[in-house]
């Protein structure tokens, strides 16, 4: 059954599952793949909650955000990814949708990067980029993570 949050729009929430890793369990997991989190002696958040491929393939979607959004230095990629980090905070509570800063074909750029239980994929929220709208393995379309905020 899914839920209903009442805002403006309203929203529908689907349902899915959710579950929790210890904070440091995934900045290992993260080492693991080559990534360093930003501020690891001063954690923010304690868990980190997830969900499986099925339950983020109801809500990526909705994490995607038209270029149209775009002005430079004012709400460019960086922003594009804290934007649907928040949102995927606020209304799906998962705080695993993490900003990521590193580096791609273009140059230095920033998206994120989501936990799903077997290991981690990219997100692009900028509807603007052509792989935009498919989650992505890490080094695909020169995506190379090198910091991330959890």
């Known amino acids: 059954m899914s839920k209903v949050k009442v805002q403006q729009p309203v929203i529908h929430v689907p349902s899915f599952n959710r579950y929790q890793i210890l904070r440091s369990e995934m900045v290992d997991k993260l080492a693991q793949v080559g990534v360093k989190p930003l501020c ?10 997830y969900t499986d491929m099925e ?9 995607m ?16 990814a804290l934007k649907a980090y928040i ?9 695993s949708l993490l900003l990521t800063i590193g580096d791609m074909s273009q140059g230095r750029h920033g998206w994120n990067i989501f936990y ?6 990219l997100w692009e929220p900028n509807d603007g980029f052509p ?8 080094g695909e ?3 190379s993570p ?5």
């Open 40 to 49: 690891t002696d001063q954690p923010m958040d304690g868990w980190i909650y």
């Open 55 to 63: 339950g983020w393939n109801k809500i990526l979607y909705d994490l």
């Open 65 to 80: 955000f038209s270029s149209n959004l775009y002005k430079t230095d004012i709400f460019n990629c960086d922003k594009y």
């Open 87 to 95: 949102t995927c905070c606020e209304r799906y509570e998962l705080n």
């Open 116 to 121: 799903f239980g077997d290991g981690f994929l």
């Open 131 to 138: 792989f935009s709208g498919s989650a992505f393995e890490i």
């Open 141 to 143: 379309f020169g995506y």
């Open 146 to 150: 090198k910091l991330l905020l959890i």
